[in-house]
């Protein structure tokens, strides 16, 4: 069966434009999280989505917001970009507790 | 909310040797252990995982340990290979939320 999807696999941004994340999880998944990844900061947590409601919160600034739809796809968005936004972005679809992980959306902000 | 330590941050050995990194997790809540490993470019893979009702696990040349009582758990990877070098996560779960350590970077020289 098909992985888990993220879309774009690469963006760049300018600082203060807005950008938005796509995540299609493995087919009957119902949870989906999203990490950022820099290097040295290992897997930081932002946000669980199940049957989209936001389940878990991680600690990043209400300009990363999240959303889960009824096909459990979900999409991140983070706004008033900063150079420090720069990252790998991942997302990853759970059916128990094995996470299970797309390939990235790698943000270059400028 | 829960904590994940991880050490060491790099660790290099010689092909056959054997490589022990170790994470600590701060709530004794937890009771899912995951290890993922990520190959450079690429994205997190699991590659074994314990839940608190066990004290060891072995899978091949893997094996994670775990102890509740001083809250933490090891990887170890014996006769180690060049296609073992990547950067391995250890993660910690509770109810739901997977928090992760900040990664080892693990190099095996031929």
């Known amino acids: 069966k098909a992985g888990v999807t993220q879309t774009p696999r690469y963006l760049i941004k300018t600082r203060g434009q807005q950008v938005t994340l796509s995540c299609s999880p493995i087919?009957?998944?119902?949870?989906v999280s999203w990490y950022q990844q820099t290097p040295g900061q290992g897997l930081q947590f932002l946000f669980e989505?199940?049957?989209?409601?936001?389940?878990n919160k991680g600690n990043f600034p209400g300009r990363f917001s999240g959303r889960q739809f009824s096909n459990s796809r979900s999409e991140m968005n983070v706004s008033t970009l900063e150079l420090g936004d720069s990252a790998l972005y991942l997302c990853a679809s759970s059916l128990d507790r094995e996470a299970f992980f797309g390939q990235g959306t790698r943000l270059t902000v400028v | 909310g829960e904590n994940v330590e991880q050490h060491p941050s790099t660790l290099s050995v010689q092909e056959g040797d054997s490589a022990v990194i170790k994470c600590t997790y701060s709530d004794s809540a937890s009771n899912y252990f995951p290890w993922y490993k990520q190959e450079l470019g690429k994205r997190p893979q699991l590659i074994i995982d314990i839940r608190s009702n066990v004290g060891e696990k072995k899978d091949q040349r893997i094996a994670v340990t775990l102890n509740k009582t001083a809250k933490h758990f090891s990887l170890h990877i014996t006769e180690t290979q060049p296609e073992d070098s990547a950067v391995y996560f250890c993660a910690a779960a509770g109810f739901q939320k997977l928090v992760f350590g900040t990664g080892t970077r693990l190099l095996v020289s031929p």
């Open positions: 087919s009957g998944h119902r949870s």
């Open positions: 989505y199940f049957s989209e409601t936001q389940r």
